[in-house]
């Protein structure tokens, strides 16, 4: 079956490390989406990717990388400099010029320990 | 910048009565899409109902329309016979180059 698969459903970071949260789609989408929700808040966009080796930072891009090496694959790296990184992480695809069937993978849940 | 704003934090309704959810935006595109997505406790995202911009005629989809007014850029949710299983999170959200969503909005119906 075609879909997104994020993984893991739940992380712990400890202070000072960089941890990877994965996204994986098998639906030949061109475009990408790295989402942030905090408790009780809407969605903010972190990163976001068009095309193969090509990305733009969203609105909250600050401690946070990512890579867009193959075309399936779009890992978001939390680095040590964000200071505040217990959140719920949402990745969504979908195909170039069709906005409207937008994919959301299952989220993963980042805590700090 | 494109900006979204839902004025309703929380919202509840009685079941089988109507409610409605507003949500503007802005933005400097012509084209666009707007969207209002579900968000359940399972926190799955759930598309409930789209609008194209260049389309006058209000999106429906069963029990949920729009009204979309693009002059002042409104885009507001209509739930019609709500049910309780429509309580969860509403998000609207619009749609040029990227996917901005609103901060929400909270809708209980109860019985």
């Known amino acids: 079956d075609g879909g997104i698969t994020q993984s893991p459903k739940y992380l712990f970071r400890k202070e000072g490390q960089n941890v990877t949260l994965s996204c994986e789609q098998n639906?030949?989408?061109?475009?990408m989406y790295w989402y942030r929700q905090d408790p009780g808040q809407g969605l903010r966009l972190i990163y976001y990717?068009?095309?193969?080796?090509?990305?733009q930072k969203g609105d909250i891009a600050e401690g946070y990388s990512v890579s867009r090496e193959k075309k399936e694959s779009f890992p978001l790296t939390v680095t040590s400099a964000q200071k505040n990184p217990t959140a719920f992480y949402l990745c969504?695809?979908?195909?170039?010029?069709?906005?409207?069937?937008?994919?959301f993978g299952s989220g993963t849940q980042l805590s700090v320990l | 910048a494109q900006t979204v704003t839902q004025s309703q934090p929380e919202m509840s309704v009685q079941e089988a009565e109507t409610v409605t959810l507003s949500c503007t935006y802005d933005?400097?595109?012509?084209?666009?899409?707007l969207f209002w997505y579900k968000q359940p406790p399972s926190r799955q995202m759930i598309l409930v109902i789209r609008?194209?911009?260049?389309?006058?005629q209000n999106a429906t989809e069963n029990r949920f329309s729009v009204n979309f007014q693009k002059a002042a850029k409104s885009f507001s949710l209509k739930i019609s016979d709500s049910q309780l299983g429509d309580t969860a999170m509403y998000f609207c959200?619009?749609?040029?180059?990227?996917?901005?969503f609103g901060t929400g909005t909270r809708l209980q119906v109860f019985p």
């Open positions: 990717s068009q095309i193969v080796n090509d990305f």
């Open positions: 969504a695809s979908r195909p170039q010029g069709d906005p409207e069937k937008l994919f």
């Open positions: 639906l030949n989408h061109d475009a």
């Open positions: 959200a619009p749609h040029t180059d990227k996917l901005i």
């Open positions: 609008q194209e911009a260049y389309k006058q």
């Open positions: 933005t400097s595109e012509n084209n666009y899409y």
